[in-house]
């Protein structure tokens, strides 16, 4: 069974590549699964998308990843959907809002919302208010932070992501 999901690129939208391939490979790699490994480098990316794989993730009894040296916006989506979530030493996450824009659009207030709820919905040490607020000031959290306000379970040494050195470029499921 796979059980390995890697992603170690920008999350591309939906909107703008339907059926993304990558979104259907992981589809249909953890649907049936009951244990997922994942690994995520990522400078984020749309929201859609990173919906999608959270709830999928979600739905898996026994779920752990590792968080490599960026985790941002869109992929802290993704990150925060696993049960046990693993940082190196040297991760940086970013809290920031869905666009830089403006006045921002009611539309993207409301899926702020909806991101924060859920993030503090999985870590549960942090209310979406105290996320908004991170969004509010783009924050970017060394890996000890992320573990005071639950984003992180265990921080270790950056020494293992040798293992992930040779890793394509992507998303994939092994």
């Given at each position: 069974m796979?059980n390995?999901?890697?992603?170690?690129?920008?999350?591309?939208?939906?909107?703008k590549?339907?059926?993304?391939?990558?979104?259907?490979?992981?589809?249909?790699?953890?649907?049936?699964s009951?244990?997922?490994?994942?690994?995520?480098?990522?400078?984020g990316g749309?929201?859609?998308?990173a919906?999608i794989?959270?709830f999928?993730?979600?739905?898996?009894k026994?779920t752990?990843?590792?968080g490599g040296?960026?985790i941002d916006?869109?992929?802290?989506l993704?990150?925060s959907s696993?049960?046990k979530?693993i940082?190196?030493?040297?991760?940086?996450f970013?809290?920031?809002h869905g666009?830089?824009?403006e006045?921002?659009?009611k539309?993207?207030?409301e899926e702020?919302?909806r991101v924060w709820?859920?993030i503090?919905g999985?870590?549960?040490?942090?209310?979406?208010e105290?996320?908004n607020f991170?969004?509010?000031k783009?924050?970017?959290?060394?890996?000890e932070?992320?573990?005071?306000?639950?984003?992180v379970?265990?921080i270790i040494s950056?020494y293992?992501?040798?293992?992930?050195a040779d890793l394509?470029?992507?998303a994939y499921?092994?």
């Amino acid at each position: 069974m796979k059980n390995f999901f890697i992603l170690n690129r920008t999350l591309k939208s939906l909107q703008k590549e339907p059926l993304v391939p990558t979104i259907e490979t992981i589809y249909k790699t953890i649907l049936d699964s009951d244990k997922l490994v994942g690994y995520i480098n990522s400078p984020g990316g749309y929201l859609d998308s990173a919906w999608i794989i959270s709830f999928l993730i979600g739905d898996i009894k026994n779920t752990i990843v590792f968080g490599g040296s960026q985790i941002d916006s869109a992929s802290l989506l993704v990150f925060s959907s696993f049960k046990k979530r693993i940082a190196f030493s040297d991760s940086l996450f970013t809290i920031h809002h869905g666009s830089f824009v403006e006045p921002r659009k009611k539309s993207l207030l409301e899926e702020d919302t909806r991101v924060w709820n859920f993030i503090s919905g999985k870590i549960k040490k942090i209310s979406p208010e105290d996320l908004n607020f991170l969004a509010d000031k783009e924050k970017i959290l060394r890996a000890e932070e992320a573990r005071e306000i639950g984003l992180v379970n265990k921080i270790i040494s950056p020494y293992y992501k040798k293992f992930f050195a040779d890793l394509k470029t992507g998303a994939y499921c092994y």
